[in-house]
């Protein structure tokens, strides 16, 4: 005892010292992990920050030629050609107040009238050295300004939000180009749509504008660079019409896993000795209780026999009882039959008070034949009304059998179906036929919506779940109406049973399909039955590739949905 002892505080210290063992490498890996994680997320969002200011800054530049492109003053000073207003508005002015470099107005022929440079006038000929650059962007915008007057002789609304920008290498430097038509703001001046002058703003790419972008965001040493960022530094493409990258928004990203780590790293390292210790301490203490769990052992072992053998029980009970059901299902079934059988044959009518009182009359010399008649009438009468209420009893009683039956298969999984190809349209119309007895009976409105659609079911199957759950919505419901509605989705086939009853607690929902549970729909009166034919319904609806689900607002209804497979390849390959 003393070895076996021994051998188990062996292994319970070796498996601590293992455990601590991985779990230090493995918190140095997870750690490595999360620091690295931590740092591409940061420098993920800090790519997703900076796109942002940066596509703002681009897409701002026609905004701000639009303060000064959509006025009638601009139309008018444009053909005047007013080099001095052109400059207060359109050329200086722009590149004080907006940070743009180079201004420039082109005719609807796309010779320069105006240019501004850095803040000072130049001759119209210095647009030469960008246009063959600027040329593309003007076809564009041509193109685009064709497409939105097209019809319209004065569309000065719609051409008023129209702009080509883009990021462009020109002979120099990259830079933004932005073009936009100089439009008039009230629509008073007509222009002929293809007449109107145009707009070219051209900022460059310079520290300036990556400030702009960075500033907001906080990005350290930002800047405009030529190449792709190398070492420390992480950037941004700044991506020209081809989608060539035409200059990198570079900046040194913020780290905050490994600056994290570096501030962590001498608290980690106490944290760390101090989990030894206590590891020891925790090993010590195992030790000591080893001798104990040792002594528990046997009693583990006597209760782990007990519930096996309380398991052995339970199944012997379950089979008991699923045996139990099938011996009274049969035993109910044989006097069933035969008591249909003479029900329906109206045996022994001869007996009844109308056949002996129409025997005595046929015996009579004068036969009074109304008499005769009433007679007859009665007898009939007699025998069709006890034999319809012993049919209908016996059909009852006959129901609740095959209900049990059906039950004891499911149980022994002997439950089967054979699914074919029918019309939704043909499965369901005898139901109804036979539910609209029920249903006048009980005063209710039957509604059907029965498109025709193909699907994978068996019949009789499908017939005796859709009675099963017609049945329910009429036994529960005591005005209004039961309806059947179909509908189909991309795989199903779904046959709505809809009540105006009492309405289903939401608790009860999911019980209502267990074996042998009905529902307590009201305080005032119960229904009768076995409880089984939900359960079964669904384990058909299962059996056949489908499913049965229920919605219910109590006061208002329930809605019980049926859905099969609908006729696709896919399901035919299945029901194969």
Request: glycine share 8%; proline share 4%.
């Amino acid at each position: 005892m003393l070895t076996s002892h021994k051998k188990l505080s062996l292994q319970i210290a070796s498996s601590l010292f293992i455990v601590f063992g991985a779990g230090l490498l493995s918190l140095i890996f997870v750690g490595g992990n999360a620091i690295r994680m931590g740092d591409e997320s940061a420098l993920a969002r800090q790519k997703r920050f900076a796109s942002r200011p940066l596509a703002e800054a681009v897409a701002a530049i026609p905004d701000q030629q639009r303060s000064a492109t959509v006025w009638d003053d601009a139309i008018v000073n444009a053909v005047a050609r007013n080099e001095e207003w052109l400059d207060d508005n359109l050329g200086g002015w722009m590149q004080d107040y907006f940070g743009h470099h180079e201004n420039y107005v082109l005719t609807h022929t796309g010779d320069p009238i105006f240019a501004s440079v850095q803040g000072k006038v130049r001759s119209p000929e210095a647009f030469s050295s960008r246009a063959n650059f600027i040329a593309p962007v003007v076809a564009r915008l041509r193109e685009v300004m064709a497409k939105v007057s097209l019809g319209q002789n004065n569309p000065y609304e719609a051409l008023a939000e129209v702009a080509i920008v883009t990021p462009l290498e020109l002979d120099d430097q990259v830079a933004i180009v932005s073009v936009v038509p100089i439009i008039s703001e009230t629509g008073d001046i007509m222009q002929v749509p293809g007449t109107e002058y145009l707009h070219v703003t051209v900022r460059y790419i310079d520290e300036d504008l990556a400030h702009e972008v960075g500033l907001p965001i906080e990005l350290g040493n930002v800047a405009f660079n030529a190449s792709a960022p190398t070492g420390e530094l992480t950037g941004l493409p700044l991506k020209g019409p081809s989608g060539d990258v035409l200059a990198w928004l570079v900046w040194n990203p913020e780290r905050p896993g490994t600056d994290l780590f570096a501030k962590l790293l001498p608290i980690l390292l106490v944290v760390g000795l101090m989990g030894g210790v206590f590891l020891m301490l925790i090993v010590r203490r195992l030790l000591r209780v080893s001798g104990e769990l040792q002594t528990s052992e046997e009693q583990a072992l006597m209760d782990v026999k007990a519930l096996k053998q309380a398991k052995i029980a339970a199944e012997a009970a379950d089979r008991a009882k699923v045996n139990f059901m099938s011996i009274v299902s049969h035993e109910l079934r044989t006097p069933l039959t035969v008591i249909l059988g003479y029900a329906r044959l109206g045996k022994n009518l001869r007996q009844m008070p109308s056949a002996k009182r129409l025997d005595v009359l046929l015996q009579q010399r004068d036969i009074d034949a109304t008499l005769v008649r009433g007679s007859v009438d009665e007898l009939i009468q007699s025998g069709t009304t006890g034999m319809e209420k012993i049919s209908r009893s016996g059909e009852h009683l006959l129901f609740l059998v095959n209900q049990l039956l059906d039950y004891a298969k499911m149980e022994t999984g002997r439950l089967e179906v054979d699914p074919v190809v029918c019309d939704v349209q043909e499965v369901l119309e005898p139901v109804l036929d036979q539910m609209k007895i029920l249903t006048e009976q009980k005063g209710l409105e039957l509604e059907a919506e029965i498109p025709s659609h193909l699907m994978i079911a068996d019949v009789t199957r499908t017939r005796q779940i859709i009675i099963n759950l017609m049945g329910n919505a009429i036994k529960f419901t005591d005005s209004g109406k039961v309806s059947v509605v179909v509908t189909d989705s991309e795989q199903k086939v779904h046959i709505d049973v809809r009540d105006t009853g009492t309405g289903i607690e939401p608790h009860e929902l999911e019980k209502i399909f267990e074996a042998f549970h009905q529902a307590d729909l009201s305080s005032s009166r119960s229904a009768a039955g076995t409880g089984l034919g939900l359960s079964v319904a669904r384990e058909l609806a299962r059996l056949e590739n489908g499913s049965i689900d229920v919605r219910s607002k109590l006061g208002v209804g329930s809605v019980f949905t049926l859905s099969l497979p609908k006729e696709t390849p896919e399901t035919l390959k299945e029901a194969a």
